[in-house]
């Protein structure tokens, strides 16, 4: 049993069939308006707008049946899941929004042949899921309407008629523009502003209860087939350049053209894609590289020479520096022999000093002795060594050694100097006292200040400038 609202139900009734003994719901199908349930060929069948199902009794469950539901609901909307048995001629009535369907056993297999006779519901003006169909004698059938009868007779329907497509006209136009016809012969070549192709098509047939569907292609933009349509007409837009085949076939009921309509045409390139401006497009681009590969050529030689630049710059730069570790190093050697220098002179200008020191302390020692006779000889001699100008000339050769322009300087500043003030001169630049002078000259200290006083006058110093200061800064 079905109910619209409440779905498939299997019974199980008394053997009386006075009373259901159990039921339960089917789940292998769903509940639906405008279903129904039959049998037919010893099968029970449901109907609804997905399709038609066959009851499985060995899986105890529905399961669809493809090519019915095919044939009954294709390029069809749904209208009613009605289905009508004629148990004389065996056959298996549908209703779709177009057509009437009848399904009969095949010959030679299970196969059901599908007929579709051509009677939209808008004409039949029946009711949906009360459709009823009633065979009279022979292949005549009574249909029942809502307004009165129609009488079927399946003879004078022949739908196995053969026929031929044709292409009724073809239009071109430029996009959002009037359309103007074109000749139907093959191999026409359009403009490329004139891509826009309007195809016409039709099937000489005179018969008000057939349908004709149509199949078309378009061999270089749309290789597969369409689906089937009732529409004669197709238009393409915007196809871009090349070669193009159009193909049409039709069918009516089950029954397919015996030819397939064709039409081969070619759409030019655009004038921005003609062989000259590609070739003007090839030597700009060319040109284009050609620039390309100077300016990087260029470019990368600017980088190259920078970074030759650059090496040379740290290469210079490092130079430098070596030079200045070079430098540097020489002049702390240097620093170091003068440092060395300037100790040795100083350990003999102390010599010196020391030994005038004890030569005069044992000069007046010797000079309380009373017996003067045996002692003026050894004080000629101590004299003559406190004296000796072999001591200044070995400390002028150590000072020389140790700060040769001195003595070169302060005589280019001050000519006027005499040996003695240059003598006196080369102490004071050793940072020696007076006293410690004093018996480098073999005089006095006070003597020492005077000739340090002469000193200054002779070098135009201000009263406010330290001698020592200025001799050491020359």
């Known amino acids: 049993m079905s109910h619209e609202y409440k779905g498939v139900y299997k019974l199980k009734l008394n053997d009386d069939f006075t009373k259901a003994l159990q039921y339960s719901t089917e789940k292998s199908v769903q509940k639906g308006l405008k279903s129904s349930l039959i049998k037919y060929n010893n099968d029970i069948i449901y109907t609804l707008k997905e399709g038609i199902f066959r ?188 070669n193009y085949t159009f193909n049409v076939k039709a069918k009516i009921g089950n029954v397919l053209s015996s030819n397939v309509a064709s039409y081969s045409f070619r759409i030019d390139r655009p004038w921005t894609l003609s062989t000259p401006m590609l070739l003007i497009y090839f030597i700009l681009f060319s040109a284009l590289l050609f620039l390309i590969h100077n300016l990087y050529k260029n470019y990368y030689a600017k980088q190259k020479q920078k970074l030759i630049e650059r090496k040379q710059r740290d290469f210079a730069l490092s130079q430098l520096e070596n030079e200045k570790v070079i430098m540097r190093l020489k002049n702390e050697k240097l620093q170091g022999e003068i440092f060395s220098k300037t100790r040795e002179l100083s350990a003999s200008t102390m010599n010196i000093i020391n030994k005038n020191e004890i030569l005069r302390t044992i000069k007046e020692e010797l000079s309380l002795v009373k017996d003067e006779t045996n002692i003026k000889p050894v004080i000629k001699i101590i004299n003559k060594n406190i004296a000796n100008t072999s001591d200044w000339e070995m400390f002028q050769e150590a000072f020389n050694n140790a700060d040769s322009d001195f003595l070169k300087k302060i005589k280019l500043l001050h000519p006027s100097l005499s040996p003695n003030d240059l003598r006196l001169c080369a102490y004071l630049r050793l940072n020696l006292s007076s006293k410690e002078i004093a018996p480098l000259l073999n005089i006095s200290v006070r003597s020492v200040e005077i000739k340090r006083y002469r000193l200054r006058k002779k070098m135009d110093l201000p009263h406010e400038d330290s001698l020592v200061a200025y001799i050491l800064n020359i």
């Open 55 to 242: 009851y499985n009794n060995k899986k105890e469950k529905f399961i669809k049946d493809s090519l019915m539901s095919a044939n009954f609901l294709e390029n069809d909307t749904y209208f009613s899941g009605n289905l009508v048995v004629d148990p004389k001629t065996n056959t298996l009535w549908g209703f779709t929004n177009k057509n009437i369907v009848y399904f009969t056993p095949g010959k030679l297999n299970n196969v059901p042949k599908t007929i579709k006779i051509y009677l939209p519901a808008s004409l039949r003006r029946d009711i949906a899921g009360f459709e009823s169909m009633t065979n009279l004698a022979g292949r005549q059938y009574l249909f029942g309407t809502s307004r009165g009868y129609i009488i079927l007779n399946l003879d004078k329907i022949n739908n196995e008629k053969p026929f031929k497509i044709g292409i009724s006209s073809i239009e071109k136009s430029i996009l959002n523009a009037q359309s103007t016809p074109v000749s139907l012969e093959n191999n026409n070549t359009f403009k490329f502003r004139n891509n826009n192709l309007v195809f016409t098509y039709s099937v000489p047939e005179f018969d008000k209860y057939s349908e004709v569907n149509y199949q078309y292609q378009l061999v270089g933009m749309y290789d597969e087939w369409s689906n089937w349509s009732t529409n004669s007409e197709v238009f393409f837009k915007n196809l871009p350049a090349g």
